[in-house]
């Protein structure tokens, strides 16, 4: 079963698979749309993590368990959308992460857009400890970026330029700032920003008051165990608080977008 809740009235409007709703990559794409920021305002940062029902990010390090086919299609869509993918060095090794193909699907909505035709990869990370043999950094359809600080290992800048990755330093000491991150990355023309963790990156992306949207899909599993929450680190001194902008389910998965009040 599939259903869209509008957030205009998400009990009167309700439109079931085979009444208009076919969750085609274009509706998808034009639900998951990036708003326009005014002229000269940067980014839009946007998160994309997964839930199961008592919390859990992850189960045994990777999201895939939690995970669905419709769940990976409108993973697929955010990335078709996206200008740019972040993500946190563990979670670029455990979850084996490879360089973001052009899809066809997306290639006149990416072209209209100005952008490539596939989104860049960013990887954060304050050590450079990352295995520049593999296919991220050997054959990406355009070249990876690293993101770190100032005082990141010079030998490991100068591994990560010599396997062809681009080195851009967002941060005074070790590690990066989340803030100067997303300036950074604005700076270079990748204004839309799409970050799939993991839970620590998201929770500094959180701490740092810049994480504009949050796209969640609640799965409907449960794992007990202590698995990470999508979002870790030390706590806010407020609770951030978000709207939602939209709901989908299918098959007891819900799909929700949330945007930062």
């Not at 000269?40 to 992850?58: H, I, K, P, T």
């Not at 360089?99 to 860049?120: K, L, N, S, T």
């Not at 990406?140 to 330093?169: F, K, Q, S």
Request: charged share 20%; with cysteine.
């Amino acid at each position: 079963m599939r259903r869209l809740f509008p957030v205009t009235d998400m009990t009167a409007h309700t439109a079931e698979a085979g009444g208009g709703e076919d969750w085609s990559l274009d509706a998808l794409a034009d639900a998951y749309a990036y708003p326009e920021p005014p002229e000269g305002e940067g980014a839009w940062l946007r998160a994309n993590m997964v839930s199961s029902l008592d919390g859990a990010g992850q189960h045994d390090g990777r999201s895939q368990p939690l995970s669905s086919e419709a769940d990976m299609r409108i993973f697929g869509t955010l990335r078709g959308l996206a200008d740019v993918v972040v993500a946190g060095a563990e979670t670029v090794r455990l979850e084996g992460y490879r360089p973001a193909r052009a899809r066809e699907a997306f290639a006149d909505r990416r072209a209209a857009a100005g952008q490539g035709p596939a989104p860049v990869i960013a990887v954060v990370s304050a050590s450079l400890n990352l295995d520049f043999s593999l296919p991220l950094f050997t054959e990406p359809l355009v070249p990876t970026l690293i993101l770190t600080g100032a005082a990141a290992p010079a030998e490991r800048v100068r591994a990560a330029r010599a396997a062809g990755a681009e080195v851009l330093v967002a941060g005074d000491g070790a590690g990066v700032e989340p803030a100067r991150a997303k300036a950074v990355l604005a700076e270079r023309g990748l204004r839309r920003q799409l970050t799939e963790g993991g839970p620590r990156l998201l929770g500094q992306f959180v701490a740092a008051g810049v994480l504009d949207e949050l796209c969640l899909t609640v799965s409907p599993t449960m794992t007990a165990g202590d698995a990470q929450r999508i979002a870790g680190g030390p706590s806010v001194a407020v609770p951030t608080r978000f709207a939602m902008a939209s709901l989908l389910e299918q098959d007891g998965f819900l799909f929700s977008r949330y945007r930062r009040i």
